[in-house]
């Protein structure tokens, strides 16, 4: 049974950084991409960033390029997002998310975490 858990998320101030967790069991997880979705109040998902089941390729959405950093280790079977420079309007429920293929850049997700909720305010 697929298991996606997120960890990290919590209050910060405008220009902060968070690292955030998810925690991966219950499949072999270096066999297929990753991303993180988000989902503000009243608005619904976002895609943010993706990585492919290596590691080595990975793509952003527009408005966290040069903000955020998507990893992951596999032999921990573990993804990470770095979010430097947060803004009041990152604010949101962080979900993690499985890709059905191991390439980046698909978006096709078959499995989700709970979420994490991130506030970003002063």
């Known amino acids: 049974q697929v298991q996606l858990v997120e960890s990290g998320g919590g209050l910060v101030q405008p220009g902060g950084s968070l690292r955030l967790s998810c925690a991966a069991s219950g499949f072999y997880f270096s066999s297929y991409a990753m991303s993180w979705v988000r989902q503000a109040p009243g608005k619904g998902r976002e895609w943010v960033a993706n990585?492919?089941?290596?590691?080595?390729?990975?793509y952003y959405a527009d408005s966290v390029v040069g903000r955020f950093t998507i990893s992951r280790d596999n032999a921990k079977n573990t993804l990470y997002l770095k979010m430097n420079s947060l803004k009041p309007e990152d604010t949101a429920v962080y979900y993690c998310a499985k890709d059905s293929t191991p390439r980046a850049g698909v978006h096709e997700y078959d499995s989700w975490g709970q979420g994490t909720q991130v506030t970003v305010s002063s």
């Open positions: 990585i492919n089941s290596g590691g080595g390729i990975t």
